[in-house]
């Protein structure tokens, strides 16, 4: 029976990003299914003790923006370390995602997801901008008019909330994470670790 992994990400996190392909090319290996969850990480940072980037000690801010250089670098993903329009509100995108994966399955979802991230990261486009929303759905062959107004729908909101609680009753902390049953590996950097347990 092919496992499925729950993924928790954040609309605006570059660490998301950079495990977006490997992932995909991972869950491709080993025939998992793969179902997308973008939750309220400010919410999930509230309840487990995390603090948002600008709430940081200096220190760790420092440390974050050498991190990203050094895996923009390994991994040849070419980010702006401080794009235009980050942190965007990923409240609209985040019900699109939602919309898409209970109405026409994962894979649209993710595909959304992912392309919002590169768009973001790479290209600083605005991801809170109903325009450029509209014109991401459409970029991954979905109807963008049509789903940007299926997201309005609040229904989007109260599941998203419902999940956000899930994930911390799970004990998810941070973004990414990828979950199979009780385990959790957290952040782009444990996909090595993800990949051994599908192949155990």
Do not use: C
Not at 35 to 53: E, H, K, S
Not at 58 to 66: C, E, G, L, V
Not at 88 to 117: D, Y
């Amino acid at each position: 029976m092919a496992v499925t992994i729950d993924y928790y990400v954040s609309l605006n996190s570059p660490w998301t990003h950079f495990g977006a392909a490997r992932l995909g090319a991972l869950v491709a290996r080993h025939g998992a299914g793969l179902r997308i969850y973008p939750v309220d990480y400010g919410a999930i940072f509230a309840a487990t003790g995390g603090l948002p980037l600008g709430q940081r000690a200096p220190a760790r801010q420092a440390y974050r923006m050498m991190e990203l250089s050094r895996w923009r670098d390994a991994l040849g993903i070419p980010i702006h370390l401080r794009p235009r329009h980050f942190p965007a509100n990923e409240t609209l995108a985040a019900h699109a995602v939602i919309a898409a994966r209970e109405t026409l399955g994962s894979g649209p979802a993710i595909a959304l997801a992912h392309r919002v991230l590169k768009a973001l990261w790479e290209e600083e486009r605005d991801t809170a901008d109903k325009a450029t929303l509209a014109a991401l759905i459409a970029e991954v062959g979905l109807d963008g008019q049509s789903l940007l107004a299926a997201a309005e729908d609040p229904r989007w909101a109260a599941m998203r909330a419902a999940d956000t609680e899930r994930a911390i009753a799970r004990g998810v902390f941070g973004a990414p994470s990828y979950v199979i049953g009780a385990e959790i590996f957290w952040g782009q950097d444990r996909l090595d670790f993800l990949e051994r347990r599908l192949s155990a």
